[in-house]
């Protein structure tokens, strides 16, 4: 489900071979000096992110934000009711970080891998209400796009761990949405996805009907190199916060995907599907780095 890039690099190895096997005597030549190698220059990223972290865990909001570029996505994934929250640009992620440093936040990361302006991250958070609920710390699987010394794109997964212990604590404390009541109507047989934004927007139908289904993907954004659509239906037991941090990884044993197409920036195309049955789940992605950005669902599926 996650789309990875592999990094393929090639040494290349001169064999420098001897020729003559009795090659007559010369004189030595003068020693050359030794060639003076300039070291490579360090990726500055890995730093950026980690200066971001220790502003915040210091309380001091305006220090961390300057990191972010004003017009910086922030993406996580994991939490109820839809699974993503989306923070765009840098006054809304600094109403996020506000209540952060109110509840007493506090941030642990290292550093997974670096590849030119992308930044992996292993962490792990404490937070007033996760220290209440006795779970803290969450655990987290995040991605930073770094571009001229700024963070651009932030995308951060609860683990599955994580998210296994916070369900039935949440639960426990809010009150769980209502259960809906069974589809009556007349299903439809449409479905259009939007990308613009930054975001994903669906419109859906209250459910679809089983059979032939018409799939209309519209990409007004152009800032990134690639977008995608996924389709799922998952096992009963599943549910779209379960979706949303599998989408970190390799795809799960437990959800079947029913569409999956790329498209460029600015384009759109049409596609058909054939549903026997549901719900439906939909996540729209972009790339770099490969990032959700928008779901729906659950979506019924009925005869």
């Known amino acids: ?88 640009g840098k006054e809304q992620i600094r109403s996020l970080w506000q209540d952060s440093a109110a509840n007493h936040f506090k941030w642990e990361v290292e550093v997974a891998s670096t590849y030119g302006d992308i930044v992996n991250v292993e962490s792990k958070t404490w937070h007033d209400f996760t220290r209440q609920l006795e779970i803290a710390p969450l655990e987290y699987n995040e991605v930073y796009q770094v ?84 389709l799922f239906t998952l096992d009963a037991d599943k549910d779209l916060l379960d979706l949303m941090v599998s989408t970190y990884g390799l795809p799960p044993s437990w959800g079947d995907m029913v569409l999956y197409q790329e498209l460029g920036p600015g384009k759109s195309e049409t596609y058909s599907i054939k549903l026997e049955s549901g719900p439906l789940y939909l996540i729209c992605w972009s790339k770099p780095p490969d990032l959700p950005i928008g779901n729906s669902g659950p979506i019924p599926v009925v005869k």
């Open 1 to 88: 489900m996650k789309i990875q890039s592999i990094i393929l690099i090639t040494v290349v190895i001169a064999t420098l071979g001897l020729a003559g096997c009795a090659a007559p005597a010369t004189q030595p030549s003068p020693t050359q000096p030794p060639v003076s190698r300039a070291s490579p220059t360090p990726n500055p990223n890995p730093e950026i992110v980690l200066n971001m972290v220790e502003r915040l865990n210091a309380g001091d909001v305006e220090g961390s934000l300057a990191y972010f570029a004003d017009d910086a996505m922030f993406y996580l994934m994991g939490f109820p009711p839809t699974g993503i929250e989306m923070y765009k």
């Open 147 to 230: 571009i001229d010394g700024k963070i651009k794109t932030y995308g951060m997964w609860l683990t599955d761990e994580s998210l296994a212990r916070f369900k039935p604590a949440f639960a426990s404390v809010v009150p769980p949405e209502p259960t809906a009541m069974p589809f009556s109507g007349t299903p439809g047989s449409e479905l259009t996805v939007t990308i613009a934004g930054g975001a994903c927007t669906t419109d859906a139908p209250l459910a679809l009907k089983a059979g032939d289904i018409k799939v209309s993907w519209n990409v007004q954004d152009q800032d990134k190199s690639k977008y995608a659509l996924t």
